[in-house]
């Protein structure tokens, strides 16, 4: 099975591409792909969750990993009604807010399950080791 990864550096979306983030609960989207969301893809400062343009903020700043989940659950949910629509997930929480692959990425799980949700190869490895699948490299 060959999957589509979310690639490193996003500089333009195709049609029906959402661009996912990690933002903080302030909206404050100075840096990282929160500022790459504002700059390019119409992220909204002071908007730090949600759909914004053609971006989609999830907070990662406010405290531990638990703290991100029901953001991610949160997205599922519009991943799943909006299912001609494609997200591509960045390695939210991997940049500033200072979390790993390995502590992000089984947030993600649920997503190699849904064909409209693209994620970082790195995501995609790791959730496939906890599963107990082979990695191999595509």
């Given amino acids: 099975m060959s999957l589509r990864y979310t690639p ?30 504002v700059k390019l893809f119409g ?26 989940k029901p953001y991610v659950d949160e997205f599922f949910n519009l991943a799943r009604e909006w299912d001609q629509t494609t997200f591509l997930v960045t390695r939210i929480g991997c940049g500033i807010a200072g979390f790993t692959d390995e502590e992000i990425a089984p947030l993600f799980a649920e997503a190699l399950d849904l064909y409209n949700v693209v994620l970082p190869k790195s995501f995609v490895d790791i959730i496939r080791r906890n ?4 990695v191999m490299d595509d």
């Fill in 43 to 68: 992220a909204k400062h002071g908007q730090g969750v949600g759909l914004q343009g053609r971006s989609y903020a999830i907070p990662t700043m406010q405290g531990g990993v638990e703290t991100i």
């Fill in 8 to 37: 490193e550096n996003i500089t333009e979306l195709g049609e029906d591409e959402i661009f996912v983030f990690g933002s903080n609960l302030l909206g404050a989207h100075n840096g990282g792909a929160a500022r790459t969301a």
């Fill in 131 to 134: 599963r107990g699948e082979t």
